[in-house]
């Protein structure tokens, strides 16, 4: 039986105490609350020992993954290690104690970082000016979109209400143009998971605002006709857009303003090394060629200046990182991504053949285990048999273009070691599916909870314990 077995409320016994207080040493006092102020019900608490209350709380934070404890190759975002000294940083007293609301005058340190900042995301990037509004890559997209719009409607050119979004996007993509109040227009990929060119240039018209792209897009391929797509929709009066959540790869390889890229986001939750995953802390930052600065500078899309924290660890990393180490970042990650897939193409099916970027995307197992009596094992099933064997999972059923899509993305700061005993589970598992998939189809078999129904978890999550007979 494990600790995770019972819940601190079926440990309980009546009576148990962890505590005990001293006798009342106030003669007269009697320290009684007055009524008015009193439950009606005694709160509804377990009554359990010292030890087991530390062992609750220690076990609860055991229970969680994260890049500290383990390796968290989950394709698309970045979930690289986020040195310590960014953590440092952003709790000296100087940074932490900041209030957003206090006087301009005595943020003259503060405005310093923001200007750094911009400048080196200009040279990272291409781009000529830089909003740190935006507290996330969907945020960011949607300032980005907000300021596509805004050009255009300044010009007069109040038809552009198309946006061309590749059948390969991330989903926020069309979604942040939804809710900008653009049609979203898809333009087909080739067989080799490029953006089809001849599919594009019918789609080109003077009802387009612009394309949202990311490149390498989400199979983790470099969109080798970037130049000519720039060219051909820039002719049509439309703006690029650049989804940056995933530069790792491009670090002071390439940029986006290079390629002709107007208007772009990044994630510093991602490739700039601040923790995120659970919703957030995130930052994504909207940079724009020369002739939309005005427009960017007049944009008012959220509140205060961004998430100082976030744009503080980002800045702390690439100082840390430098400019010639910068560029090591996105060439090991691809080297990495590279490896893995690599060595496990005789095991698992590798839809595009070709050198990917920092992450590539496998269609499930080359031998299922499936016969005519029984099906094969899926790749949920690969996924949740990794989390047995102490890995996070890849990113699953995404993107859309493939049925068993498992989306691999180890980033660069893992050693040969770990990405090699990744690869052995990896074997193993695809070793156990040919011979029995039913070990895969009944994972995890070593995670404190199997199989929820993620429909219900997601929407109808039963968050505190619930027992009729305890309340009462
Ligand atoms: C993560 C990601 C986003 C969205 O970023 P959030 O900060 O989660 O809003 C957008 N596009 C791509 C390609 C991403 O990987």
Do not use: W
């Amino acid at each position: 039986m494990k600790y995770y077995d019972k819940l601190i409320f079926e440990l309980s016994r009546k009576g148990r105490c962890g505590y005990s207080l001293p006798e009342q040493q106030f003669p007269g006092v009697t320290g009684a609350l007055p009524a008015e102020l009193l439950r009606e019900k005694p709160a509804l608490l377990p009554e359990v020992s010292e030890v087991d209350v530390v062992r609750h709380y220690t076990n609860l934070s055991q229970m969680n993954f994260g890049v500290d404890t383990g390796f968290y190759p989950l394709g698309s975002c970045t979930m690289k290690y986020n040195p310590k000294i960014n953590e440092e940083i952003a709790a000296m007293p100087a940074f932490g104690g900041l209030h957003p609301l206090q006087p301009e005058c005595t943020l003259e340190g503060v405005k310093e970082i923001y200007d750094a900042m911009e400048k080196s995301l200009a040279a990272i990037t291409g781009m000529k000016h830089f909003t740190f509004k935006p507290c996330a890559g969907a945020h960011g997209e949607l300032t980005g979109l907000m300021i596509m719009r805004e050009y255009h409607m300044r010009r007069g050119d109040t038809a552009r209400v198309k946006v061309i979004v590749p059948d390969s996007a991330h989903g926020t993509n069309p979604a942040s143009a939804a809710v900008c109040g653009l049609q979203i227009v898809v333009v087909k990929s080739k067989e080799d998971g490029l953006v089809d060119v001849e599919d594009l240039k019918p789609l080109l018209g003077p009802d387009v605002a612009g394309i949202m792209m990311t490149n390498p897009n989400t199979l983790g391929l470099f969109e080798r006709d970037i130049k000519q797509i720039a060219a051909l929709v820039h002719e049509a009066g439309g703006l690029l857009y650049y989804d940056g959540a995933n530069m790792n790869p491009l670090l002071g390889v390439a940029r986006p303003g290079d390629m002709g890229f107007d208007i772009m986001h990044l994630n510093l939750h991602k490739t700039f090394s601040t923790p995120h995953g659970g919703g957030g802390p995130g930052s994504g930052p909207v940079g724009v060629c020369d002739k939309l600065g005005d427009i960017v500078k007049s944009l008012q899309t959220s509140a205060f200046n961004g998430n100082f924290g976030v744009i503080l660890r980002a800045y702390a990393y690439i100082l840390m990182l430098g400019r010639q180490n910068i560029k090591m970042a996105g060439k090991l990650a691809t080297l990495n991504a590279n490896y893995i897939k690599e060595s496990l193409k005789d095991s698992y099916k590798l839809p595009i053949e070709s050198v990917c970027k920092h992450e590539f995307v496998f269609d499930g197992l080359i031998n299922d285990g499936g016969t005519e009596e029984k099906h094969g094992a899926t790749t949920l099933d690969v996924a949740k048999r990794l989390l047995d064997y102490g890995y996070h999972a890849p990113t699953i059923y995404f993107p859309l273009l493939f049925h068993q899509a498992m989306m691999i993305e180890p980033t660069e700061t893992e050693s040969k070691e770990t990405l090699d005993a990744f690869i052995d589970v990896m074997h193993k598992i695809a070793a156990e599916a040919a011979e029995d998939p039913a070990i895969l189809q009944e994972a995890p078999h070593n995670a404190p909870i199997t199989r929820p129904d993620e429909t219900a978890a997601a929407r109808k999550p039963i968050l505190k314990y619930q027992d009729e007979a305890l309340q009462s």
